[in-house]
């Protein structure tokens, strides 16, 4: 009878043992194909962009990641669920875990190039580095993709803007009404959704009994970050308002001291 129990709760282990050993394959092969996928897109942009630098090409892989990400992140958020307000620490659906290692790849891939081109400073490969221990995070505790799913539209909102604000000026296009209009819309998102919306859901994360510590310390971390970008993103539109009002000014007194000039010559 006790060997009979002893070999019962042997090979209940090893099912155990064995199911979450598969489900940790399926989500490295999962990673690795995303990782593939954007290195494979990278290779490709690279070919069809020849003239221009590599630079470039990365920024169309992270302006496609951008896009892509807030399409299905905002469709998990508001469409397929749950709440991230109401519902903080709740199991991964299916759509989030597939989410979440697309991404994963993703932020591996631009991590690695960052660090191999030596194109970002500390506060990005910290904020790569967070996010992609986040996302790992979520995937082997089987929970919190809600809220991290959450963290990545928000995160990815104001992504396009930023790059297409890069292509601009690249392009000779920046100096423009277009540019103002992007720099406007980056400003305002990212001041609304990242710092503004970000610290309700860092509230609810917080005050939820559900979420792990550790997971609550990686929202404050993540939120530590955004308001280093958000000093820097204010200062840069500062000085920005300021050489506009100061062009205006300008302008304005030249076009008085040619009217008057005019008047002049009348008489």
């Given at each position: 009878?006790?060997?009979?129990?002893?070999?019962?709760?042997?090979?209940?282990?090893?099912?155990?043992?064995?199911?979450?050993?598969?489900?940790?394959?399926?989500?490295?092969?999962?990673?690795?194909?995303?990782?593939?996928?954007?290195?494979?897109?990278?290779?490709?942009?690279?070919?069809?962009?020849?003239?221009?630098?590599?630079?470039?090409?990365?920024?169309?892989?992270?302006?496609?990641?951008?896009?892509?990400?807030?399409?299905?992140?905002?469709?998990?958020?508001?469409?397929?669920?749950?709440?991230?307000?109401?519902?903080?620490?709740?199991?991964?659906?299916?759509?989030?875990?597939?989410?979440?290692?697309?991404?994963?790849?993703?932020?591996?891939?631009?991590?690695?190039?960052?660090?191999?081109?030596?194109?970002?400073?500390?506060?990005?490969?910290?904020?790569?580095?967070?996010?992609?221990?986040g996302?790992?995070?979520?995937?082997?505790?089987?929970?919190?993709?809600?809220?991290?799913?959450?963290?990545?539209?928000?995160?990815?909102?104001?992504?396009?803007?930023?790059?297409?604000?890069?292509?601009?000026?690249?392009?000779?296009?920046?100096?423009?009404?277009?540019?103002?209009?992007?720099?406007?819309?980056?400003?305002?998102?990212?001041?609304?959704?990242?710092?503004?919306?970000?610290?309700?859901?860092?509230?609810?994360?917080?005050?939820?009994?559900?979420?792990?510590?550790?997971?609550?310390?990686?929202?404050?971390?993540?939120?530590?970050?955004?308001?280093?970008?958000?000093?820097?993103?204010?200062?840069?539109?500062?000085?920005?308002?300021?050489?506009?009002?100061?062009?205006?000014?300008?302008?304005?007194?030249?076009?008085?001291?040619?009217?008057?000039?005019?008047?002049?010559?009348?008489?």
């Amino acid at each position: 009878m006790t060997q009979c129990c002893f070999l019962r709760v042997h090979s209940l282990f090893f099912w155990f043992w064995s199911f979450h050993h598969r489900m940790a394959l399926a989500l490295c092969l999962q990673v690795l194909c995303s990782l593939c996928g954007w290195l494979s897109l990278y290779i490709s942009f690279c070919h069809l962009n020849k003239h221009r630098s590599y630079e470039w090409s990365c920024r169309l892989v992270t302006f496609t990641h951008g896009v892509l990400s807030i399409g299905l992140s905002a469709y998990i958020g508001f469409i397929d669920g749950p709440w991230p307000f109401t519902h903080p620490g709740s199991p991964n659906t299916p759509l989030q875990v597939h989410v979440l290692c697309l991404t994963l790849g993703y932020f591996i891939f631009d991590l690695g190039w960052c660090i191999y081109f030596q194109s970002e400073g500390a506060l990005m490969l910290a904020h790569h580095t967070l996010s992609i221990l986040g996302i790992i995070m979520a995937l082997v505790l089987g929970e919190s993709g809600t809220e991290v799913n959450a963290v990545l539209f928000g995160s990815e909102l104001t992504n396009p803007l930023l790059q297409m604000r890069w292509f601009l000026r690249e392009t000779g296009h920046y100096h423009s009404f277009t540019g103002d209009v992007v720099d406007f819309l980056f400003v305002a998102l990212f001041t609304g959704v990242r710092i503004g919306v970000g610290a309700r859901l860092l509230f609810c994360e917080m005050v939820s009994p559900t979420p792990k510590w550790f997971v609550k310390a990686g929202g404050v971390a993540m939120y530590a970050v955004s308001w280093c970008f958000m000093f820097s993103i204010w200062r840069f539109a500062w000085r920005k308002s300021i050489k506009k009002y100061h062009a205006w000014r300008s302008r304005r007194s030249e076009e008085r001291q040619l009217k008057h000039n005019g008047h002049l010559k009348i008489h």
